[in-house]
């Protein structure tokens, strides 16, 4: 590359870009790019990557830093270094600093030891999202940097992190934050007691509180942790961000009494939160934490469908951050720390005219229930049912469509519906599992780099009792079998059994937590071949001959 090439595009008075072009690039040409970057802010030592949607053959970063400044490091990915190594020096430095007093800013020369540091990678695979991931930027192979102190000589040591102690303070203090919720605004008073009017307990108290939030406040952005408007404005437009919204709703519990405390977290597309280390950038979110009867609580209102004390899956992202000056706790919010449970049973029987009528309910997981609530806030129960007629692989008849606790949120949601059909043909090919069969491997990459992130740990169940049809005989059924996963980490049975008039059947899917290394995937993938395999055989009927 020549210098004719390269060319500066200003931006504004403080910034400019370079670009460049290579005009004799060819498929199969290997790009080789190498700078130097120097920037007189000390507090953003830039971080690097070594891993995108492209190969990389080879990928180098070097810092030299001076012993004034304390810099934690932050690695992250599953690319081994090729190089890292450091070495030491000695530099002089003139140092003009400003960020010590908000009046003047202070000037250092002195000669310092240095730290110069090199890192590199080679033959660095591209990285692709797959299924089941949070944000591919958690997994990205890279390095970076948070100052910690400062140390000029002859002067006092300066913690530039602050700790979550401090953090918490500092955030309640703040009038885009807590501020509000720490004031004694007498405003509020008639407010909530004619929110929580008739109520009989505390918890009930709580979940009118939280009712009236969810039910009467929009939320116009789900990735917010300071308030757009201050909490009166909030209440009396009915709309805020997700901010806006469960800090009044936390104001609104102090304000009865209740110990109450907002608490942040990052949702699982804005990437993992550093359990030890109090950076805000890292954090997106903001939910409810309050305690009744010595008991915890965790609540959202700005989820419309969520019930008191359930959180959105985004929301199982690694840990969060209680805020309290006192006590900023951890609350773990692992995706493996739920499970979904979910159990259909079918029971089918001749009727007098020879054909089979059953029956189908399925108990949903909470999470199911959510999906389904918001499905059904958007379209209407007998599109939904028209969808479920046609997982059948045959004619079937539906009628006596329920689906109970809809606009109960606390509760699981259960689908329940009759059916009916008339076997005629010869040969019968029946799929035992009906709509309930995973019909494909939700793993379909050859090899995955980065951990699976499934959003729960699953336990499904399904149970078939079946009479055998009249003038029919089994000709072929499924075999039993029964598969672990890594021992303990999951299970598949598939257990069959027949008399002289019914088939029964029962199908159990179990995994023990929602997170997996790379190193399991192949055998996670293969688990769910033999899932698919499974519930893809037929119980086959033939007509006896008269």
Same mark, same amino acid.
């Given at each position: ?33 190498? @700078? ?30 001076? $012993? ?67 944000? =591919? ?5 890279? =390095? ?7 140390? @000029? ?20 203090? /703040? ?115 309050? =305690? ?26 690694? @840990? ?8 900023? %706790? ?20 001749? /009727? %007098? ?14 999470? %199911? ?17 028209? %969808?479920?007629?046609?997982?059948? $692989? ?34 019968? @090919? ?95 993938? /293969? ?11 037929? =119980? ?7």
């Amino acid at each position: 590359m020549d210098k004719a090439s390269i060319f500066k595009d200003r931006l504004n008075k403080n910034y400019e870009v370079r670009k460049f072009t290579l005009p004799n690039l060819k498929e199969g040409s290997i790009i080789e790019i190498k @700078y130097s970057f120097n920037s007189p802010y000390p507090y953003d030592l830039r971080s690097w990557d070594f891993q995108g949607e492209y190969p990389v053959l080879w990928s180098e970063y070097q810092v030299t830093i001076p $012993s004034v400044y304390d810099f934690v490091t932050l690695s992250q990915g599953y690319t081994p270094y090729k190089i890292d190594e450091a070495s030491t020096g000695f530099q002089m430095y003139n140092i003009t600093d400003g960020s010590l007093s908000s009046t003047r800013s202070e000037n250092y020369s002195f000669n310092s030891p240095t730290v110069t540091h090199t890192w590199a990678m080679e033959n660095v695979p591209a990285l692709k999202k797959e299924s089941f991931t949070t944000t =591919i930027d958690n997994h990205v192979s890279k =390095i970076a940097f948070q100052l910690s102190k400062i140390k @000029y000589p002859n002067s006092p040591e300066k913690n530039v992190m602050s700790n979550w102690n401090q953090v918490s303070e500092e955030l309640l203090k /703040d009038e885009d934050f807590g501020a509000s919720i720490t004031k004694n605004a007498s405003w509020w008073n008639d407010e909530v007691n004619k929110i929580t009017a008739g109520a009989a307990t505390p918890l009930e108290s709580a979940r009118k509180i939280f009712e009236y939030v969810r039910d009467n406040i929009s939320c116009t952005n789900y990735s917010a942790k300071y308030l757009s408007n201050p909490l009166k404005k909030v209440y009396q437009s009915k709309n805020g961000n997700v901010a806006d919204v469960n800090l009044l709703l936390t104001t609104l519990l102090k304000n009865k009494g209740f110990e109450a405390y907002p608490v942040l977290l990052s949702t699982r597309d804005h990437g993992k939160a550093l359990e030890m280390y109090p950076i805000l950038e890292k954090l997106n979110y903001v939910i409810t934490k309050v =305690i009744i009867n010595d008991k915890s609580y965790l609540l959202d209102a700005s989820q419309s469908k969520l019930g008191f004390g359930h959180l959105d899956l985004d929301c199982y992202n690694g @840990y969060a951050r209680v805020i309290d000056k006192d006590l900023p %706790e951890l609350i773990n919010l692992s995706a493996d720390s739920i499970r979904e449970n979910k159990l259909t049973t079918v029971f089918i029987t001749n /009727d %007098e005219k020879g054909g089979l009528t059953g029956t189908v309910t399925s108990n949903l997981g909470s999470y %199911e229930s959510n999906k389904l609530r918001q499905k059904l806030a958007k379209t209407s129960t007998q599109d939904y049912f028209k %969808e479920v007629r046609k997982q059948y $692989s045959f004619d079937v008849a539906m009628s006596n469509e329920v689906i109970d606790s809809l606009a109960v949120y606390e509760e699981p949601v259960a689908v329940k519906y009759d059916i009916k059909f008339q076997p005629e043909e010869e040969m019968i @090919y029946l799929n035992p599992i009906f709509g309930e069969a995973y019909k494909e491997n939700p793993f379909k990459a050859a090899e995955r780099l980065y951990p699976v992130e499934m959003p729960y740990a699953v336990s499904e169940n399904f149970t078939l009792r079946m009479e055998i049809p009249k003038g029919y005989k089994i000709e072929e059924l499924p075999k039993s079998s029964k598969v672990k996963f890594n021992e303990d980490e999951g299970i598949f049975e598939y257990l069959v059994a027949k008399d002289d008039t019914s088939i029964q059947l029962r199908s159990t899917l179990k995994l023990n937590k929602a997170t997996f290394f790379p190193e399991d995937y192949q055998s996670l993938r /293969d688990f769910f071949t033999y899932v698919v395999k499974k519930h893809s055989e037929q =119980i086959v009927l033939k007509k006896i001959k008269s």
